[in-house]
């Protein structure tokens, strides 16, 4: 089961991860144990500001802990707990220092619940005095959720529903499509946005996305679309590419040097202005696990 933000979370991975253009370098190592999970990263924007962080995971019985800090000052504590008597049952409380003083701390108070077809998640912040609430329903390949957000007074509501479906398109792929609203101004509906994904299961499987973000209100569509392709039976070189209604395609080459080291370059550039030096944009990731 998946949360109401993930349904068709295959689609929207494939269009909006693993394009590195947006920081000139990023490094990141992660030490291989499973407990503790360390992931240290290290970054350079195109205007070549510097970020960094750290974090570490650590679990002791029933209860997660995840502590991540930046180089900004701002710092989070994630705790979770699996409740060890009622199954699928889990407790969580996050506080993020924004360490500014134009924005407030964040502390998330959440519990969640899931079975094998019944997936729901509800979390409060009593510090901004607003929560949120989602659940998901399956059936066989049909998925159905819906999601409330606002002010503990009830103000600023804001209302979502969704659906997907998940079927075989031959005996060497399969395809999701999906559908959701989303509130736009005042608008309860003010937005539709349409997903599909799909995969090939063979050797060298590709992947195909597309997106449509259909505003209601002012009538503008917003489409684009991608795939990802594997170009060696070893899975460990594989080509993504999008491009998006605004003339902006973007290109990322990942190769997975061995078991430790894996790198991806990336470009993206603004069809329009392809002479534009600010109209291209380039970065390097290395991933790194010890």
């Known amino acids: 089961m998946v949360l109401f933000r993930d349904l068709n979370k295959a689609s ?33 924007s195109p205007g070549g500001a510097f970020d960094a962080s750290s974090k570490l995971k650590y679990c002791v019985s029933d209860v997660t802990t995840e502590v991540k800090m930046m180089a900004t000052g701002k710092s989070t504590i994630d705790v979770k707990y699996a409740a060890p008597k009622m199954k699928g049952l889990t407790l969580g409380a996050k506080f993020d220092r924004r360490g500014e003083k134009t924005s407030k701390d964040s502390l998330d108070i959440s519990a969640e619940y899931k079975l094998p077809t019944f997936h729901s998640f509800f979390s409060v912040n009593p510090i901004s005095s607003s929560f949120s609430l989602g659940n998901v329903v399956e059936y066989n390949a049909l998925r159905v959720g819906s999601e ?71 009538g503008r569509t917003n489409i684009q679309f ?15 590419a999008k491009l998006s209604q605004n003339a902006r395609m973007s290109v990322a080459l990942t190769h997975r040097v061995c078991d430790y080291v894996s790198a991806t370059i990336g470009s993206q550039i603004d069809v329009t202005k392809p002479s534009n030096p600010d109209a291209v944009k380039h970065g390097l990731k290395l991933e790194i696990s010890a």
Do not use: C
Not at 16 to 24: M, Q
Not at 31 to 37: D, F, G, H, L, Q
Not at 181 to 209: Q, Y
């Open 148 to 218: 409330v957000s606002g002010k503990l007074d009830a103000s600023a509501m804001k209302y979502a529903l969704g659906a997907s479906y998940t079927g075989a398109a031959s005996k060497a792929g399969v395809f999701t499509v999906s559908v959701k609203t989303a509130p736009h101004g005042d608008a309860v509906f003010g937005r539709m946005i349409g997903n599909v994904h799909g995969k090939t299961m063979d050797n060298k499987s590709t992947e195909l996305a597309a997106e449509v973000d259909y505003n209601i209100v002012d």
């Open 12 to 44: 929207a991975d494939l269009l909006t991860k693993g394009y590195p253009h947006e920081k000139a370098w990023d490094l990141e190592y992660k030490y291989k144990s499973k407990n503790p999970e360390i992931v240290n990263t290290a970054s350079v």
């Open 226 to 240: 991608g795939g990802l392709w594997y170009l060696n039976d070893q899975k460990d070189t594989y080509l993504k």
